[in-house]
Structure formats: C-alpha cells, structure tokens
DNA sequence: ACGCCCGCCTGTAAGC
DNA sequence: TGCTTACAGGCGGGCG
C-alpha cells in the first residue's frame, strides 16, 4: 500500500485470523479481525475489492490477494493507488484513523440534528459541506450533487442561510437519494471502474438527475443542466430549480 | 479557521 | 497515426 507501506507489518497481522463481521464507517470498509482489531480498505477513485476462486488470474494492479481457507480470495485492485487497506485497533473512541468522521446519514437516528447545526454554524457553500467528511460521512462528488438537485438548493448556498424547511429538505433528499443508490448497487461510471463484490456494474447512473448531465434538461423544470467547477470538482445544477 | 491549489497515480478521451 | 493535454467516484498538506 503506497500510503501505509510495510507490506510485510500488513500480511503478518490479516494471517491466520478470522474475519468475524464486516462493517462500514463513511467510505471506510471494515473487516472485524477479532481483539478490537480491524481490517479497514478504502477504495478511494478507482479501488476494487473482488472476490474470486484463488487459482483465477488476478487483474493488472491488484495489490493484495487475501486468501481464504475455503479457496475463494479477496483481492484489492486499484489502479490509481489512491485507495487503501491498513489494520489498526480500535480504542475507546473507535479507530483513531477514523475519528475525523462525521455523523452517519442514513444509520445515525440523530442525523437530522447534527446536520442542521453542522450547516448553523458554517457559512461555506453547501456543496462543501456535504463533501466535508468531518461534518458527514461518505458523501461524495456525485451524491452531492444530487442530494442539491432533489432537495432544490444552490450549490453556493451558505450552510447557514437555510431555514428549518429547507434542512429538512435537504436532509430528506439525503436520505433519499443514499438509499437509492444503495438499493441500486451504487453509480457505474463510463470508464466501468465501479465494480461490486462480484464484479457486477452499479445500476443507479441511469437515475443520475444532474451528474455528468450537463446540456440536458433537467428532469424537473426542463433547464439545461450546467456544468461548473466548485473546490476543484466537476459539478452540476438545474440554474433554475435549485435556488 | 477557512478557502484555494496542488500532488498523489494510471488510464482514457479529446484536441491538435 | 502520434503527441500533448485534460480529466476522472478522494484526501491531505501547505499557503495566504
């Protein structure tokens, strides 16, 4: 792993031990290692895991192949390198590598709370604050976007210019369009990276209402969806509907 | 503390 | 056809 090097520290610690429950925590993927101890994997851009029988080819930059006593195996491709897989023990506040990450948006019952006075007390633009992973976690570049557009706000709107309708607005639309995506196995995008468990493409870039749209109407009001760099990212908006 | 830019990598597509 | 440039689901560091 290019970020957490000592690929021989990482093997000695995942041989011979039991996976006994996975989980999740923002874009965190966790294995449960037994002993407070877990094995977390993030794909970043462009990472896979795939499981496939251990005596199969393993594709071009698979960085780890953990094998299985069954014969399956576990393997971790990234082509770009920017995810990555550590393991580390939990303590009483969690992992610590993981202790930056805001609420959970769909598991939190409390979610609704925290995000209205996370956006009370920031004045950044909306987009920014839901890409802020400090604030809530595993939001990314095209959830954002489409959380903005099913919930009819602006990009650039100040986190603390909304009033109560409106964060309940836009944390319905969060709720909303995370279990969509979830039910449809997440977005495939053109280059096909995205792949789950088994390889499988994600269903939900049909149901993209803005991203990587821009020219098209919007499914709302009919407007040419627009393109615009925000904080560095691609993103897209109805300039119509979203106020 | 925040906003902004960059680097980290490889692959692909578009432009010349 | 081939070379160059831009851009891509993320994140963290440095700077003003």
Same mark, same amino acid.
């Given at each position: ?46 990472? /896979? ?83 802020? /992973?400090?604030?809530?976690?595993? =939001?990314?570049? =095209? ?33 909303? =369009?995370?279990?969509?995506? =979830? ?30 749209? /821009? ?29």
């Amino acid at each position: 792993m290019r970020r957490r090097p000592g690929s021989a520290a990482f093997a000695a610690r995942l041989e011979g031990r039991t996976v006994s429950g996975v989980g999740r925590r923002g874009k965190y993927l966790l294995f449960q290692l037994g002993g407070q101890e877990v094995w977390v994997v993030h794909l970043g851009m462009s990472g /896979q895991l795939l499981l496939a029988e251990g005596a199969s080819d393993a594709p071009t930059h698979t960085h780890l192949r953990a094998a299985f006593a069954d014969g399956l195996e576990l393997r971790f491709v990234d082509p770009r390198t920017f995810g990555e897989c550590f393991v580390s023990r939990a303590g009483k506040g969690g992992l610590p590598e993981l202790a930056h990450l805001g609420f959970e948006p769909l598991d939190d019952p409390e979610s609704a709370d925290k995000l209205a006075s996370g956006l009370a007390r920031t004045h950044r633009g909306l987009k920014v604050a839901l890409l802020d /992973q400090r604030l809530v976690a595993g =939001i990314g570049n =095209i959830y954002s976007d489409e959380i903005l557009h099913m919930a009819g706000l602006r990009w650039d709107r100040p986190g603390s210019s909304l009033d109560d309708a409106q964060v309940g607005r836009l944390h319905r639309a969060m709720v909303a =369009i995370l279990s969509a995506a =979830i039910d449809a196995r997440g977005s495939t995008l053109a280059d096909s990276q995205y792949r789950d468990l088994d390889g499988r493409l994600g269903g939900y870039q049909a149901a993209h209402r803005v991203y990587a749209r /821009q020219g098209q109407a919007c499914g709302v009001c009919g407007t040419p969806i627009e393109r615009i760099r925000v904080a560095g990212r691609s993103s897209f908006f109805c300039p119509s509907c979203q106020t």
